[in-house]
C-alpha cells in the first residue's frame, strides 16, 4: 500500500508591479524572492496597479485556483513595518490616477457590499509569530482608499457573496529605500522572513 501523502494549504500570494514614481515595487520584490516552501502549495501572481483590472485578474485566479487562502501584499512608501491590515472599506478615491489613468473619488466599490470586511487571515496569530522573531510588524486599521483597500475589499465581498471557503486578507509593506541592508531591523531579508513565517502560520493553521 502507498505511504499517505500530506497535503498542505493552496495559498494564492500576490504582490504589484511599479507604480508612480517608484521603479519597483517592494511587494513583488519581496513576493517573487520567496522559494518554494515545504507543505504548501504555492501561486505567485503579479497585479496590476489598476482598480479594476487587479481585481478582474485576482478573483479569476480564484475561480481557477480555488485557494485555500489568499494572501495580497501591497507597498505602503510611509509605511516603516509589516503592516497587517484588520480591515477594508467601502471607498474607493484616489489622490493620483492609477497605471490605466484612472481616478476615482469618493465612490462606493460596492453599493450591495457591507461598509467594511475584515481580515479573515489569522493576524493576530501572524503577528505574535513575528513579534517572537524580533520583526518589525504592526496592526493596521486603514488600508487607505487606493487601490489596495480596493483589492482587499472586493477580494472579501466576491469570497462572502460566492461563500468560498478562501481565507483572504492584505499586507502593506514598506517602500524599498526603507529596506535599506544597513538597517538591522528593517531590510529585504526581514521582510523575506516576516512572509515566510506568515505562510508557515497558515501552514499550521490549515493543519490544526
Keep these: 500500500m502507498p505511504a499517505s501523502v500530506t497535503v498542505g494549504p493552496n495559498i494564492l500570494l500576490t504582490g504589484f508591479e511599479p507604480f508612480g514614481q517608484c521603479?519597483?515595487?517592494t511587494s513583488w520584490e519581496v513576493v517573487a524572492s520567496?522559494?518554494?516552501?515545504?507543505?504548501m502549495a504555492l501561486t505567485k501572481l503579479l497585479l496590476p496597479v489598476a482598480f479594476k483590472a487587479s481585481v478582474e485578474i485576482l478573483l479569476q485566479k480564484i475561480d481557477e485556483l480555488r485557494p485555500d487562502f489568499v494572501v495580497s501584499l501591497g507597498q505602503a512608501s510611509s509605511r516603516d513595518t509589516f503592516s497587517l491590515e484588520r480591515v477594508a472599506v467601502n471607498i474607493a478615491d484616489a489622490r493620483q490616477p492609477d497605471n490605466e489613468g484612472y481616478r476615482p473619488q469618493n465612490l462606493v466599490i460596492s453599493p450591495a457590499g457591507q461598509?467594511?470586511?475584515?481580515?479573515?487571515?489569522?493576524?493576530?496569530?501572524i503577528f505574535h509569530t513575528l513579534q517572537s522573531h524580533g520583526i518589525p510588524?504592526?496592526?493596521?486599521?486603514?488600508?487607505?482608499?487606493?487601490?489596495?483597500?480596493?483589492?482587499?475589499?472586493s477580494t472579501l465581498?466576491?469570497?462572502?457573496?460566492?461563500?468560498?471557503p478562501v481565507k483572504a486578507g492584505f499586507i502593506h509593506v514598506p517602500g524599498i529605500a526603507r529596506l535599506?541592508?544597513?538597517?538591522?531591523?528593517?531590510?529585504?531579508?526581514?521582510m523575506q522572513k516576516?512572509?515566510?513565517?506568515?505562510?508557515?502560520?497558515?501552514?499550521?493553521e490549515f493543519a490544526r
Excluded: W
Aim: hydrophobic content about 40%; proline content about 4%; charged content about 15%.
Design 23 to 25: 521603479n519597483v515595487n
Design 34 to 39: 520567496i522559494p518554494g516552501l515545504p507543505g
Design 115 to 125: 461598509r467594511q470586511y475584515a481580515s479573515t487571515l489569522p493576524i493576530f496569530d
Design 137 to 153: 510588524v504592526s496592526l493596521s486599521d486603514s488600508a487607505g482608499t487606493y487601490v489596495c483597500n480596493h483589492l482587499m475589499y
Design 157 to 164: 465581498h466576491y469570497i462572502t457573496v460566492k461563500e468560498l
Design 180 to 190: 535599506s541592508a544597513a538597517n538591522a531591523t528593517l531590510n529585504m531579508e526581514a
Design 194 to 204: 516576516a512572509l515566510v513565517l506568515t505562510l508557515e502560520t497558515l501552514r499550521d
